[in-house]
């Protein structure tokens, strides 16, 4: 588990419109990218040698799939903010507003009552 | 000695401009015009305390902040502060800013603070996101005046407890109370009531724990601090949908009132969440 890692992926590319685009348009060569080209930044010139994703943090940020990502305890608001920032706009043309945060809320719905994974790096 | 003239404590929803504004008239919720009609009544109870400095509490929500280093407390002391981060604008429609700061009380405000024992990190350089926009294009849309911005860590477990946000805001008011100035301050600061982000009880056509609403309303409202203390946990907010602890700044805005009841309330039930309204104006009749 690199929850940390997984919110660094989720925080650095929804502030960046460019890099979301990329990350909506071919997740799987934008996390190649991400990895050798951000993932280890520290500052603009040192590096972290060290973090790197499991194969299910992977599969899971390639897949867009934010049930893993909350079950795995990445951050709630990361996750929320960054998949609106991806599927808002197409959902709410289709069905209308709201209809993409209702149905990630409908997905989770196996959560309600229980204690949610713990967002704690 | 500087006045305070009023202390609001405000949700934040970051949707009201959109909602209420900028989208057109077909598209607006049933309560738009409800939600405008209480906003600007809210914001009377700031303009009638006729403040020169703003005092503002909020929370970085991953804008500027991350967990690389994420403070738990933290000062703004610059000369301006620029605001609204893109995705800001990209989900809520937010307009950007640049606010003055007032360097003065800001460095005034660290020391004392450090004097009382809060080890505020503090920032020469800060962003400032929709937790103190929001505040502003309700109680203060010129954004006309300085500000002291401070932010609180509702985000990053383990938080400081809720003892520790009423403690802050206790702090807050006797270093505002010794400042020596003729300044009139309002302290003005915005969270949340119950709230789902990122999880199943998330944009429900009500908030996700009514009663919990319910219960925190009141004790602002009462002045009841006790009650609040005894029935509020870092960890039992969550269990009132996961983002709940965004009350927690609406208690340092409790501490700096003190422990008085509230000279205004309201409140709007709305889909996803409740707003809350709160008012105090403290050392009596200054308007």
Request: contains cysteine.
């Amino acid at each position: 588990m690199s929850k940390y890692y997984v919110d660094k992926f989720l925080y650095t590319t929804d502030g960046d419109p460019e890099l979301l685009r990329r990350y909506k348009e071919d997740p799987a060569a934008y996390i190649d990218w991400w990895e050798k080209m951000i993932g280890h930044q520290l500052t603009s010139v040192e590096t972290t040698s060290w973090l790197e994703f499991t194969d299910e943090e992977r599969t899971a940020l390639i897949e867009h799939d934010y049930v893993a990502l909350f079950e795995m305890g990445a951050h709630f608001f990361l996750s929320l903010t960054i998949f609106i920032g991806i599927y808002n706009d197409d959902y709410e043309a289709e069905k209308g507003p709201l209809s993409f945060q209702r149905e990630f809320a409908a997905k989770l719905q196996h959560w309600r009552g229980k204690t949610y994974p713990s967002v704690v790096c | 000695m500087a006045t305070l003239t009023a202390v609001l404590a405000t949700t934040h929803h970051p949707f009201y401009l959109k909602l209420t504004h900028l989208d057109p008239p077909e598209k607006r919720i049933p309560q738009a015009a409800e939600w405008v009609r209480k906003v600007e009544a809210y914001r009377e109870t700031l303009t009638a305390a006729r403040p020169d400095v703003l005092v503002m509490i909020g929370a970085d929500h991953f804008h500027q902040f991350f967990l690389d280093n994420y403070p738990q407390f933290l000062i703004g002391k610059a000369p301006k502060y620029d605001a609204t981060f893109y995705n800001e604008i990209r989900e809520f429609s937010l307009p950007t800013y640049t606010l003055d700061g007032h360097e003065e009380l800001s460095q005034f405000m660290l020391e004392g603070l450090i004097d009382r024992g809060f080890d505020m990190s503090m920032s020469n350089e800060l962003k400032i996101d929709h937790s103190i926009i929001c505040p502003i294009i309700t109680t203060r849309p010129d954004a006309d005046l300085p500000i002291v911005p401070i932010y609180t860590n509702i985000f990053v477990p383990p938080l400081p407890t809720p003892k520790r946000f009423w403690d802050l805001g206790r702090a807050i008011r006797e270093i505002i109370d010794d400042f020596p100035s003729d300044l009139r301050v309002a302290a003005v600061g915005s969270g949340h009531l119950s709230l789902e982000l990122g999880g199943p009880r998330q944009f429900e056509e009500h908030g996700p724990d009514p009663e919990f609403d319910r219960r925190a309303i009141g004790w602002l409202a009462d002045g009841d601090i006790e009650g609040l203390l005894e029935n509020v946990t870092r960890e039992n907010l969550g269990t009132s949908g996961n983002a709940t602890h965004g009350f927690l700044d609406l208690v340092t805005m409790f501490g700096i009132a003190g422990p008085e009841k509230a000279a205004y309330v309201d409140e709007l039930d709305l889909f996803h969440t409740r707003e809350a309204y709160i008012t105090w104006y403290p050392n009596g009749a200054v308007l």
